[in-house]
């Protein structure tokens, strides 16, 4: 028997806690996003990438509301590692395009670069395309040793 009691007043806090946030979350990036499609006057590179941030988003908030459905369903194997990759891809991704905005801001302010939109694909496999490759190796399990 593990030591996570589901029903005890603390942990029900923190589920509850983690779906507000969860959904929040969702909502914004949703928001976001719609922004970004349907106002074409404020489409701009900057405002690209903080829609491929809120893409990310997504996948992490939802991997965060199905670790609720895995704790009530023990045994789930399947479900357990969709969740995993959610967290685990989203996560990673988040971080990769906050890093790709501040190299973005720093290019632009520091070094006078204007030049973001030919390096975009780059941008896309480094904030994408890693996460992807990290999740599905865990996801497999596996490992460069």
Request: aromatic share 16%.
């Amino acid at each position: 028997m593990s030591d996570f009691d589901l029903y005890n007043s603390q942990n029900k806090f923190l589920i509850i806690l983690t779906i507000i946030s969860a959904v929040f979350s969702i909502t914004g990036s949703i928001l976001i996003i719609s922004t970004y499609i349907f106002f074409k006057k404020i489409r701009n590179y900057a405002f690209k990438l903080v829609m491929y941030l809120s893409i990310s988003d997504i996948f992490l908030s939802v991997g965060n509301l199905l670790a609720i459905v895995t704790l009530k369903q023990e045994g789930d194997q399947g479900l357990c590692k969709l969740q995993s990759f959610l967290v685990n891809f989203g996560g990673l991704s988040s971080i990769l395009w906050t890093s790709v905005i501040a190299w973005n801001i720093y290019a632009a302010t520091v070094l006078s670069q204007r030049n973001f939109k030919q390096k975009n694909k780059k941008f896309l496999l480094f904030g994408y395309g890693l996460p992807l490759l990290m999740s599905v190796m865990e996801l497999f399990d596996l490992t460069f040793l």
